[in-house]
């Protein structure tokens, strides 16, 4: 499976962004979606994930902001950025899981975009 992301860009703080993730086929429903995150200096970070059955997981930072849904007709998963901050600011990656659940590590994902930038000036 590869995914491309798409959508991230030069905001202001307060702005919002929406990521794409388009996959290059249909996958199964026990699959997990996820994005990750990579500010400078830092390691990746689990920002947002949806399990096979639509329960959802947020960081503590993100949540409130931060909305992730799925269109599986269109193979594609979506990161809704709203209220940005500078801290925001990173590299988004997406990935998948062939797993039922979410798990922080970003070493047990199967399959990874190659990032977006998305960067939130004060």
């Known amino acids: 499976v590869q995914l491309v992301e798409s959508g991230g860009g030069l905001v202001q703080a307060g702005d919002s962004l929406r990521l794409s993730c388009a996959a290059s086929?249909?996958?199964?429903?026990?699959?997990?979606r996820g994005w990750f995150r990579r500010a400078p200096g830092k390691e990746r970070e689990l920002v947002a994930a949806i399990n096979w059955s639509g329960r959802l997981y947020y960081r503590d930072s993100v949540t409130g902001r931060f909305t992730i849904s799925r269109d599986t007709a269109k193979n594609t998963v979506y990161l809704q950025m709203n209220g940005l901050k500078p801290e925001d600011t990173a590299v988004y990656y997406c990935a998948y899981r062939r797993s039922t659940d979410w798990v922080s590590s970003p070493q047990v994902w199967d399959y990874w975009g190659q990032g977006t930038q998305v960067t939130v000036s004060s």
């Open positions: 086929e249909r996958t199964g429903n026990m699959y997990t």
